[in-house]
């Protein structure tokens, strides 16, 4: 229904990562495995989840999938050290491991370097054949017929920088995440409590506000989004302005805002 | 989330009565189960289900209701034959068996007659005691330390008239219904279908706008509330023509809205 809501395109949905099995971070998963047999989805369903969620998985299977008209692949996982889990043409998916009540995965999105673009023209200037386009897409620099060598820099627009986003949530804060989490351009990071109640926080496995910026600050994030905020607080507005006095770049989330990483061109050193 | 979002206290939900083992019709039971928890829930919970839930219920309980706060209480029926399931001091629910491609129960919720308010001037009038005024309330008549006799109706209220309200989804329509349904003041039925659709509608196992509109009619209701439209009709205006012109008091409901039954006193015949 959330989804739904948020006019979210449910059939480009191919891959799900959930972080932990407490209901309010699962229990959405088996009405949206539901509504894809309504819909008669027949590409295979990619489901990142810790080991223990199979017995769910097949639970559900058993007693509420008949007649599923796709495939649930499932990708266990545990959450002692960190580890790439998925991979394709355009992205990793690392997973983090967090420190909760129960094993709690954050999962960090990278995207891989992509073939460089080819002036158009340097394919004029150098008569540049598709072999040559290739190598040269590559990073090669190229070498002409006469045996002059034209650097890459040269025939190719600056590369865009490769974008990071990773999604921290339930966790308390311990220092080793500052060096996992090291210059991600967006970082979701959950900030479940105020500074006046962090001794809580440490009990139920949650984060501050202020734990929440100093991470942002030390590892050297682009922007911060905070959210997960406990019930017991009828504002926002204090923990933010915690946030923001550690880390500026912090902003206070809600579920189906969108937040957009910069495609920013590396300029060459040329 | 719904919940939530139509104001409802969920801590006044004691009873709940889950009509079919169907994704739709039971994934929300568990985020609320685990809110209950988070809210520090004390009181019983009781659940009217299939008895082919009670598995699932376990599962939960197991996997993910460590540390519940409050006892799950689990009343199981089938859905062989009309039969009631629950009864306090002010109502009862009756199951109605349905036909669909599981087993459905249909709820038929009734008032219980509620004892006889007393007239005041009665009270001065004959000098009544508690205890005469307990057996006046039970509809009991008078009779004076003269040996007068005083009637009833002299001295009480006109009663009111108990009110019932019939939950019927998801079902095909079969004629057996109208007598399980007669007089009901109001029935919330399903419509899946337009008219035209009818052949669909009994593969499926659902009924059209206007079967439920004709059961309306034939079992005499006071008012239709019509629903669970199919997602392939871009509107539900077609439909609700289709019930008012067979049944004019019929009205297409969504999530969240509220219909009340007036209160009527049966004025008496003295």
């Given at each position: 229904m959330q989804l739904k809501r948020f006019g979210i395109?449910?059939?480009?949905?191919?891959h799900i990562f959930i972080s932990h099995l407490h209901g309010d971070h699962v229990f959405g998963l088996f009405g949206l495995l539901s509504t894809f047999t309504l819909l008669g989805r027949k590409t295979d369903l990619h489901i990142f989840a810790h080991r223990d969620l199979e017995v769910t998985l097949e639970h559900y299977k058993h007693y509420?999938?008949?007649?599923?008209?796709y495939s649930i692949v499932f990708h266990p996982f545990i959450t002692i050290e960190p580890v790439e889990i998925y991979s394709d043409k355009h992205i990793t998916v690392e997973l983090i491991p967090l420190r909760h009540s129960v094993p709690v995965a954050g999962f960090l999105f990278r995207e891989k370097k992509s073939l460089l673009n080819v002036k158009k023209e340097a394919i004029r200037e150098y008569s540049l054949g598709i072999k040559d386009i290739r190598k040269i897409k590559e990073g090669n620099d190229f070498i002409s017929p006469a045996g002059e060598v034209i650097y890459n820099a040269q025939l190719t627009l600056p590369p865009y920088k490769q974008r990071s986003y990773a999604f921290c949530t339930d966790t308390l804060y311990f220092s080793k995440l500052v060096a996992l989490l090291k210059?991600?351009?967006l970082l979701y990071y959950e900030?479940?409590?105020?500074d006046k109640d962090k001794k809580l926080a440490r009990l139920t496995g949650h984060s501050t506000s202020v734990q929440a910026a100093t991470l942002a600050k030390q590892a050297h994030v682009g922007k911060l989004l905070i959210g997960h905020f406990s019930?017991?607080?009828?504002?926002?507005s204090p923990m933010l302005q915690e946030a923001q006095s550690v880390f500026p770049e912090s902003i206070a989330v809600e579920d189906g805002e969108k937040y957009e990483v910069a495609l920013i061109r590396i300029e060459s050193q040329l």
């Open positions: 395109n449910t059939s480009r949905i191919n509420f999938g008949i007649g599923l008209t210059g991600v351009d900030s479940t409590f105020q019930n017991r607080y009828k504002k926002i």
